[in-house]
């Protein structure tokens, strides 16, 4: 990341209420969470002027003051998403202190490389959530005097945080008044092709958390500037005419934000600043989105074998460390305000959180069970990361795929819109009692889904193995609905998609789950499953869900070597069937044995829990799951025997055409070389290809049972629960057969006393009762003993 040192003019007015002195700080430490309402008025807690000695302001020297030569970011290497090897990663950090000027302190120094090393264990202060619990003094924002400069343009995107915000604590060294501003411009969102970057949950989510973000600059003495982009004539709005009439509006003369990583959002960003500068604007950008900036990563020294898994990438940034990681930077507790406030518009102006409405007027509230779900704040997020590292982070290494325990962080929604940094997140891992390698380790397989976006633009949309462009995928719409609904008839798979259409979100396990049994067993393209994702994702990130559909659709650079079984995944995850039994609760009174196949539970357990299948509960949508999956390994054996050309005979591995950075940089070229690197010529390279799909194309026509490298993964499946679901059908069975004995005998009985002319025989009125001294043969149980009926 980029380095920058943040200081705050020390001409400051001086304002009520704060003490005036020269050790008075602006900067607070991490803030606890709040109440979920994140409009109430509340002090933020701080750290305070006896927090730490003044000769101790770094953040870094606070919680690791064994950092102080020049160490490395070392990220311990875990299990990655597709449980293959392990690495190590080495990436250079900074440790700088805070400078006291006369009057206001500044913040500490930005991503600087030097001085800490967090791969030592660090030393946490007992007096920590003390500090995090005091509250910092209410300060109204500064106003601007007549000899003020002019004021800075800060422009929020997917940044929409107080806590570890470079362009924010910059934006303070000017000494200028700041005005936030969010453009909302859809079309620059989307970019090209079927990328889906905003959908409907995320849409919503990110009004919430405008929202939320906006009461909370307003706490501080600022507001947040909505904006629509704006275009000349029947243009589409762009957000640099909408930049330029801002500036002339309000007289400003420097634009701030952090950086963006999609490919065409970076293209947008380049374009603006370029047209600005061009007009005499200044214009910084700073990174903050990412640990690693994914345009920065080079594979020199590394080579390309082994591209698109976790440890090529934490190998290629140990190799090659660029930027420094730095400190989380604390939050201010004022921002400077201008005389006058531009004109902005409603937040409810921006589109961004519409509800259909039926035919008589009322609406839809689609959203209700997400707010109920989630604390949409800056505060909520902090909330979640600490109830994690002190409860969940202590299984996750173990236990992260379990889906009836609350064992994974859920802060994937709270990152994507900014509301937590990374690094914030990273360095509070660090200095947990509990550091899982794997939880950290997650960190480097978002980064690494950036890196794959920005060398592939056409990732979210464009297979990137040629051969598997020509599979033959299914086109039954009402498999598709019956997923997209959690109506596929398999209890777990159902769970996992009633979870996401209601709260948005589930865990990286069941999204697994659901993603191969799209594929492998309703032969669905990967595409439909990523725009649903899109749609129905609180957290949907255009580069980490594109790279996951990519390997589970068999055709992204890193294969998924392995399927999950929509049953004996189960076993695994789900083991108590308390999972099902929370979004299915028609399943709920069959027993933990069944509940995950009802498809077999006895004809008169499924009467008793009120189980009809077909009715309560959809019948299987597809039944032979054994068959469905050759079929789909025979489609693949098939398009990779039409082009050869794209399979390595040596190795057997597929070939993907390389981009050009890529080769450019295993050609050791510091410049693209017209004459080497032309349009025509295609680079290919050998990629990780499924064992299974190697040896299929050797027997195109053997069945997946055949095949010694099955990737199906069985779960836990115990002789015990085998033989009990044996003894209830069996038991279920002999008694079907005794009840219809004894209804046809009464039958014949009826038929026969009618016949003769007999008076029907008389019903009991009560049950009948043996004494306790009858001694006939029915009374004896197999101890001897007489039975008492009573």
């Known amino acids: 990341m980029e380095d920058h040192q943040t200081s705050t003019p020390n001409q400051l007015p001086h304002q009520p209420g704060v003490r005036d002195n020269q050790s008075s700080v602006l900067l607070n430490s991490k803030p606890k969470s709040q109440e979920k309402n994140c409009t109430q008025q509340e002090d933020a807690p701080g750290r305070g002027k006896n927090d730490l000695p003044a000769q101790s302001r770094s953040r870094s020297k606070e919680t690791f003051p064994e950092a102080e030569a020049h160490k490395s970011l070392h990220i ?42 967090l791969s030592v264990k660090p030393r946490q202060p007992k007096n920590r959530r003390q500090r995090r619990k005091a509250a910092i003094q209410q300060i109204v924002g500064l106003t601007r005097s007549p000899s003020a400069p002019p004021p800075v343009l800060l422009w929020f995107r997917r940044d929409l945080r107080l806590c570890d915000n470079p362009a924010l604590i910059r934006s303070l060294e000017l000494g200028a008044p700041v005005i936030p501003v969010f453009i909302w411009s859809p079309e620059e969102e989307e970019g090209p092709g079927v990328t889906v970057a905003m959908g409907g949950a995320c849409k919503y989510w990110l ?21 629509k982009a704006s275009g000349q004539g029947n243009e589409v709005g762009s957000s640099l005419q909408t930049l330029k009439v801002l500036a002339k509006e309000t007289g400003a003369q420097t634009v701030m934000a952090n950086a963006l990583y999609e490919p065409w959002l970076k293209e947008r960003d380049d374009v603006v600043f370029s047209s600005l500068q061009k007009e005499g604007y200044e214009c910084k950008m700073f990174h903050s989105y990412c640990l690693r900036n994914p345009f920065s990563v080079s594979t020199e020294g590394v080579g390309l074998r082994g591209i698109g898994s976790v440890s090529h990438f934490m190998s290629c940034c140990r190799q090659n460390p660029g930027a420094a990681v730095g400190v989380p930077l604390d939050p201010p507790v004022s921002l400077p305000s201008p005389a006058h406030w ?37 505060d909520g997020a902090h909330a979640r990361l600490e109830a994690f590292l002190h409860d969940g982070v202590y299984r996750y290494e173990k236990e992260s795929g379990r889906a009836d325990a609350p064992n994974t962080s859920c802060l994937s929604p709270y990152m994507h819109v900014g509301q937590l940094s990374p690094r914030w997140l990273l360095w509070d891992a660090k200095g947990a009692r509990c550091r899982p390698p794997k939880f950290q380790r997650k960190l480097a397989w978002r980064d690494l889904a950036y890196w794959q976006l920005t060398l592939f633009p056409d990732l979210p949309w464009e297979s990137l193995r040629p051969p598997y462009k020509a599979l033959r995928w299914s086109t039954d719409r009402s498999h598709l609905k019956a997923w997209q609904k959690g109506k596929t008839g398999y209890p777990l798979v159902d769970a996992a998609m009633r979870q996401l259409w209601l709260t948005g979100w589930m865990n990286n396990y069941m999204r697994h789950v659901v993603a191969s049994f799209l594929i492998a067993y309703l032969h669905l393209p990967w595409q439909e499953g990523y725009c649903w994702f899109q749609d129905t994702l609180v957290d949907a990130d255009v580069a980490i869900d594109a790279m996951m559909w990519q390997n589970g659709g068999m055709c992204g650079l890193d294969h998924w070597n392995f399927v999950m079984h929509p049953v004996d995944a189960a076993m695994t995850c789900d083991p108590y069937g308390s999972y099902v039994r929370e979004w299915c609760p028609e399943l709920a009174d069959l027993p933990d044995e069944l509940i995950h196949k009802p498809w077999k539970c006895p004809a008169s357990m499924l009467r008793r829990t009120g189980v009809v299948l077909g ?86 026509d053997a069945d997946a049972a055949s095949n010694p490298y099955n990737a199906v993964l069985k779960g836990y499946v115990s002789r015990k629960r085998d033989e009990t679901i044996a003894f209830l059908n069996e038991r279920d069975f002999t008694a079907s057969v005794m009840y219809e004995g004894a209804q046809r005998q009464e039958r014949l009985e009826k038929d026969y006393r009618r016949m003769e002319g007999l008076h029907p025989s008389p019903s009991p009125r009560r049950r009948v009762r043996r004494t306790p001294t009858a001694k006939d043969k029915f009374s004896i149980v197999p101890s001897g003993a007489v039975a008492s009926m009573r």
């Open 615 to 700: 009715q309560t509960y959809p019948e299987r949508i597809v039944t032979d799951l054994e068959e469905r999956r050759s079929k789909s390994l025979q489609d693949v054996a098939l398009v990779r025997k039409q082009f050869p050309q794209y399979v390595d005979k040596r190795s057997g591995c597929d070939l993907v055409p390389l981009p050009k950075r890529l080769v450019s940089e295993a050609l050791g070229l510091s410049h693209w070389n017209g004459v080497v690197l032309t349009e025509e010529k295609q680079f290919l390279l050998p990629v990780i290809t499924r064992m299974e799909f190697k040896h299929q194309l050797e027997d195109p």
């Open 76 to 117: 311990e290497s875990g299990v990655n998403q597709s449980l293959g090897t392990s690495q190590t990663l080495y990436v250079p950090v900074s440790s700088a202190s805070f400078t006291i000027p006369n009057t206001v302190p500044i913040c500490e120094q930005n991503m600087k490389e030097g001085d800490v090393n």
């Open 207 to 227: 009004h919430q958390a405008l929202s939320c973000f906006c009461a909370s600059l307003e706490r501080i003495g600022s507001h947040l500037v909505f904006l």
């Open 342 to 378: 531009p004109q902005g518009v409603p937040l409810n102006a921006l589109g961004l959180a519409l509800m259909p409405r039926r035919k008589d007027g009322t609406i839809i509230d689609w959203a209700a069970n997400i707010r109920k779900s989630w604390d949409i704040s800056e």
